[in-house]
């Protein structure tokens, strides 16, 4: 098929559209790699550069302390926080949708998949506010526990399960039934096999998200012990200034790992938060 | 449910594996960053000499999240052993808490003390109870881009029309040499009423005035000439005079530094914390000069300003209450005062080695100028902060909208203040 | 009731499927709403106390009395407005773009381009948007000093502060939209389209006629989602403006939170529940009149 001339200038128009959105788009994401190695007098007074004047990575042993811990601390807790919260996430929610799918007639649960609605509904940073009255009653204020239990409910998660259970062909079950199946074998035999693509899904946009996690962890700490990267980025400001090369620094830090990880991934992570947000 | 929620919780700890528990550790929350771990570092190691096996760990937040974190963990006994900040801050959170422990007994257990005045105990006192031991000195001077002035002349200036004309100078002349008008005479802050108030509690105070909004008795002194001077040429150096960044009515400290350390402003506030940064290579590399603020009218005397006073305070709660005083009380000796010269450029003993500091930090240490501290409205008249916030949301709306003429603004701002203080007093 | 203990009885397996996620379902979202509303009857000073003074609703009056928080919420129903009619808009006039047959190669890339952000941490996004505004130093204004346009004042003018923040997050949000509308363009019958061609139909009359009545589901879901995401903005508010300037960009979440650090947990919990009310209430007339709408 041939072009029309009219065609040809609608097409580079188009691609002159997307290209420029695209690179505003992705632009933030240069200028925070350079500043991260130009010195702050160098930003300020030519911020447009492409290019650092040198490249020098001496800035990441001036962050390697931050508010008096280390910064190995906050990649640590980062790495730590969001896996095990996400290990969590999928095992509770997973089990938790199965249940409510395949029994939704049982007394307590009809209640129960209002109140997490419900829970999703309510002002996710207000929300955090009682939930560190919560955290002092239980004792659980300043521990990782406390932030990686709170870490683990979601309303994509748990939308993602739902829809995939439902879609589980119901004679399928009725057949293993009637072959004398137990339930944890139908669970564990039938049901599990074939979530395990969804349960990547699910686990693999968790980390996603509880890795940009900051308020309820900026809530439930009592010391900079347990804040996770993105935590430690927003007090970079202390008293006696703020570093701002620093910032940048960190800001990649926090950035880089999971910006790899979606481009890795990113069929995967786009396809499911659509699925799990046109459920909801 | 509870039981469940404990067992839950205990199980993911038992995994993570706990932390090893120190059998006698000193936390203390501050906001001075990285200079400030350091100052508290070295006093531990000097602390542990007496004390053996006691270790002082400091945590730094930055200072909004400090307020929230030290109010709610003295509210729910989870408080640090010690907290440390401003005297004003330390007031405000005995107001919201109430649980911050008199110290008028540690204080009368030191005996080497006699470098405190009656200013200085005066701050740390509120409502009749010692809320701090005072333990740095807060001293800021006018401070003006070394080579800059060079390139004008050479002058430190000493009154406000020669300010003036260095900032006219400093903005349009290229005092940098890099071809771009991107210079700024002065950086200045204002987002909040601590920024824009503070700011002008130096100008006022530095040029020799007692009070910039309210004096002990409760009278708003701001239409009072001498003081409506200052408050005119202070609010046009936002707005008309355009001597400070555009940007500034959203600048708190963080950005004025951003300004002053990207070698971008020409006159600015130096505080005795901030040289130990400024002289280093990557920032300022010693390219500045510090002096008293500038004369409003020849006759007055100019001054460094002593806007505030840094202490120690220990909560009711505080976890180890009798050793936490131990350290306060500590914190008063000569080996810790002296790593709070070295690491934070601030002290309040007046015996300290001074020779390893910088010309620009001996300045300080030394005090080479007259010295004037601030009236400290906020122990005086607990309805000040709350003033102060309307005072600065009235100067605010003033800069964002100059008017032809700033005296009838001016008379109405007084009118106003007049008009809260008497409703808040009630 | 031995129906519903025999019930229980044989579906004991799946309470115990379902035990961990309805644990912290209500320790973590049941219990602190409950919490909530209760230290909203109390005095701030005794919130956190074991035994609290009740005072009814006398935070409630509080809070209704304070003009910052009236002036506060009624920027939060316009910010949000803005924003979701902004990042609704934008982020269907690129789904159309992809999906139209204009661009085939590259399609991948300009996604990507655009759903990055959707992943990215806030925190960093918006702290590296905060310098990008800045009218002194940053590169933002630095262009349009090159190209010759007139300086854009940002985060520091009170009129062009709750701009600087619609776009920083629509930065941060538009991908997530889009992709819901390619998910719903590429569902939609393509067959309706050249039979309205062959009808004579103009290229507006296609989109509008035929292709946009498919798009309902998305539109839904996407306003809804937008309408939570917007009226609970918080954390570019955090970074960037911290309410500022002169509370240009004060939102309810950010004032109450505001609160709650200084103490007032009555006030603040009070606010939290009022604007609970506002997410809900707003929320589902949205998903309601789509619903109806769809029905007609």
Known sequence: MRMRPSDILLRIGAYAAAGVVSLVFLYPYWWMLVSAFRPTRAIMSNPLKLFPERIDFSIFSEIGRIGGVDLWVYVWNSVLITGLSTLLSVVVTALGAYALVRRPDLPGFRFLRYGFLVAIMYPYMLLVIPVYIVMFKLGLLGSHAGIILFLALGPIQFFLFEQFFRAIPGEVIEAAIIDGASEAQILFRIVLPVAAPISATVALITFLLNWSQWFPILIVSKSPDTYTLPVALLSMNSELGSNFQGIMALAVLTTLPIAVLFLLAQKRVMEGMASGAVKG | MKTVAKLLGAGVFAVLGTLPLKAQQLVVWHDLGDNGVKWFEAMSAEFAKTKPGVTVRSLSFPTDQWFGRVISALNTDTAPDLIYNNYERVIRIETQTGKVMDLKSAFAGVADKSFLGEDDLRVATFKGKQIIIPIQRVQMAFGVRKSWLDKNGGKFPDTWDEVKVLAAAFRDKDPDGNGRADTFGMALQAAKPRDLIHMLDLFTFGSGLRHTLIDPEGKITIDRPEHAQVLEEFLKTYSTYKFVSPDTVNHSFGEMYQIIEGGRGGMFRVGDWNVRKWDGANVLDGDFVSGPWPKFAANRPNSVVIGGMRGIAVPENSPNKALAVEFAQFMLTKAAQQASLENVGAAVRKDLDVSKLSPRSQYFAKAEHRLVAYDFPESIHSFYPELEAAFHRKLLSGIANPPADWKPFIAETAKEMRDLAAKLKN | ?296
């Open chain 3, 1 to 296: 009731m031995t129906a519903t203990i025999d019930a229980i009885r044989r579906g004991r397996i799946f309470y115990l499927f379902v035990m961990p996620f309805a644990v912290l379902t209500i320790l973590f979202g049941v219990w602190p709403i409950l919490l909530s509303i209760q230290v909203s009857f109390t005095a701030s000073a005794t919130a956190l106390r074991p035994e609290p003074t009740y005072v009814g609703f006398a935070n409630y009056a509080k809070v209704f009395a304070d003009p910052i928080f009236l002036a506060s919420l009624s920027r939060t129903l316009i910010y949000t407005a803005l924003s979701v009619v902004a990042n609704l808009a934008f982020a269907l006039a690129f789904a159309m773009l992809l999906a139209s047959a204009l661009i085939t190669r590259g399609n991948l890339f300009f996604r990507l381009a655009l759903f990055l952000p959707v992943v990215t941490p806030d925190v960093a996004g918006y702290v590296v948007w905060r310098w990008l505004y800045d009218r002194s130093f940053g590169a933002l204004n630095a262009f349009l000093d090159i190209v010759g346009l007139p300086a854009f004042a940002g985060l520091s003018g009170k009129d062009t502060a709750m701009a600087a923040l619609l776009i920083a997050e629509l930065w941060h949000h538009a991908g997530f939209y889009m992709i819901i509308f390619l998910a719903n363009l590429a569902m939609r019958d393509r067959s309706l389209e050249e039979a309205a061609h062959i009808d004579g139909a103009t290229a507006w009359q296609r989109w509008r006629y035929v292709i946009l009545p498919q798009l309902r589901p998305a539109l839904i879901i996407n306003t809804v989602y937008a309408l939570i995401q917007f009226l609970k903005t918080f954390t570019v508010v955090v970074v960037m403006t911290k309410g500022g300037p002169t509370d240009a960009t004060n939102f309810v979440s950010y004032y109450a939170y505001q609160l709650f650090d200084q103490g007032r947990y009555g006030e603040a919990t009070a606010m939290a529940t009022i604007l609970f009310a506002v997410v809900i209430v707003i929320s589902m007339s949205a998903y309601l009149i789509g619903e109806r709408g769809a029905r007609r």
